[in-house]
């Protein structure tokens, strides 16, 4: 199998990462793991120093597409995936985003994650990125806010191109694909992370993707 770049964004996630990492690792397939420190206030440049391939450092919290961008330059595998940082030992599922890119079925693969809707927020941020991508595109995206995904190293130089909005990045991304005519796949996945819930600090984050999501759309060059 090609060699496959694995890029982690992470900002403040000591706790999860060494299970995020190891999970990738008990895969067994030939990979480079590489974590971006967004800027992080605890040890997660050091657990990613000891445990990563490649560690990218950033002195200041950049925002998650930024980070993205920053492990998509030092990427050197055939097929790059994308995971968030906090899906612990359930990182083990992106083996199944791989086989519809090596079989050339899709260009960008999604996994999608279970639902626990006791755990989320309203979806509001998901129903705007979905009305907008199927408004610009005709396509009609379950999971367009996943972070975990897996495309081919050919669409690496447009997507540099990009100026990434922060969590408005998955939202860009699909649009990049999709208005170039690439073929989306969403894959179900096991994969699990913290949902941010109906807490305040959930829906402090929430706005904050929605901002990101908007500055993205008008922003983007896609």
Known sequence: MSRISVV???????SDLP???????????????????????????????RLADITVALPVNQGKGQALMEGWKRAEGTH??????????????MAHLLPPLLTNEADLVIGMLPTHSS????????????????KRTGAF???????????????????????VQGFGVETQ?????LLRGAVVKEIPTLMAHRYTGKTISGFIH???QWIDIERALRGSNT
């Open 80 to 93: 790059i995936v994308m995971l968030d940082a906090d899906l612990g030992s359930t990182s083990s599922e």
């Open 19 to 49: 299970q995020t990492i190891q999970g990738i690792r008990d895969l067994s397939l030939d990979c480079e793991v590489i974590v971006v420190d967004d800027g992080s206030a605890d040890d997660t440049k050091k657990i990613a120093e």
């Open 141 to 163: 995206l379950t999971a367009p806010l996943s972070g975990q995904r897996a495309f081919h190293r050919r669409w690496l130089p447009s997507l540099l191109e990009e100026n």
């Open 119 to 134: 755990k989320k927020g309203f979806g509001l941020v998901k129903k705007r990125a979905q009305q907008y991508i199927a």
């Open 8 to 14: 982690i964004p992470a900002y403040n996630e000591a």
């Open 173 to 177: 991304m699909l649009l990049h694909f």
């Open 206 to 208: 929430r706005f904050q």
